[in-house]
């Protein structure tokens, strides 16, 4: 008992001798230490800042790049479409000259048999006229011959 008694009390007497001397020791250790802290702080702060603008950065390119690839996406679509509908266009131009060049030969065929027929009715209005013209002239001549033979 007596020897742990004997070194707390050695223990004791040393920590009294030597605090005064890390009280004084200590404010510029402190110091030191806090400038040391200050300094990785302003250091942490910088890369982490640079780190953050660094990612933002490369966020702000990904979009960029998605963002173009988007718009040539959607100007191929728009190019496709419009490929398509120019085909559909030439496709409804070709069916509507050939529509007008039916109804153009109908037309035709229509006006060749109405001119035709027209003409053939013509040419028999003619005749009738032809023959009845000759029956009056023969009707006349009748009676210029029955006159002729009644005054002789």
């Known amino acids: 008992m007596n020897r742990p008694l004997l070194s707390a009390l050695t223990v004791l007497v040393a920590s009294a001798a030597i605090a005064p001397i890390a009280a004084a020791a200590e404010p510029a250790s402190f110091n030191i230490q806090s400038a040391r802290l200050e ?10 800042h640079k780190l953050r603008i660094e990612h933002l950065n490369n966020q702000t390119k ?21 490929n398509l509908q120019e085909a559909r266009l030439d ?4 069916r509507t000259k050939a529509v007008d060049n039916i109804q153009a030969e ?27 013209v000759a029956n009056v002239q023969e009707a006349r001549l009748d009676a210029l011959d029955a006159r002729t033979k009644s005054v002789q």
Do not use: C, M, P, Y
Request: charged residues 35%; positive net charge.
């Open 39 to 48: 300094e990785l702080d302003a250091r942490t702060k910088n890369s982490v």
């Open 62 to 82: 990904a979009i960029e790049d998605i963002q173009a690839t988007r718009l040539e996406a959607l100007d191929a679509r728009t190019k496709a479409v419009d």
């Open 91 to 94: 496709a409804l131009d070709a």
């Open 106 to 132: 109908r037309l035709n065929a229509l006006d060749a048999r109405t001119k035709n027929s027209v003409h053939k009715l013509r040419i028999e209005h003619l005749n009738n006229q032809t023959k009845a």
